[in-house]
């Protein structure tokens, strides 16, 4: 069983920061998944993206349309946060 999602911030267009059970954080650009159609396309709109939330119940992102990842998905697929880039933005 993988992680679950547990803090996602929208960080530019059709990107997130998302932080992992653990405190691991990882980047993703949502594009890279699936196509934007359907239930999905509403994130082209980047006021809906950053609607983004976390539902703890399900372990991952959610939008206000019901749109939502895999967390196993969004762990595999993302890259890690160079350590840099994680301390600078707690500073």
Do not use: H
């Not at 993703?28 to 196509?35: E, F, H, R, Y």
């Not at 703890?56 to 990842?69: K, L, Q, S, Y």
């Amino acid at each position: 069983m993988g992680k679950d999602v547990v803090a996602a911030e929208p960080i530019g267009p059709l990107r997130l920061r998302l932080t992992f059970e653990g405190g691991e954080r990882r980047e993703i650009a949502v594009d890279s998944l699936v196509p934007l159609e359907g239930v999905f396309e509403r994130l082209r709109d980047s006021d809906f993206f950053r609607q983004v939330q976390v539902n703890p119940e399900i372990g991952t992102v959610v939008w206000p349309n019901g749109a939502d990842f895999c967390p196993d998905v969004l762990y595999e697929k993302s890259k890690p946060v160079p350590e840099d880039r994680t301390s600078a933005s707690l500073r």
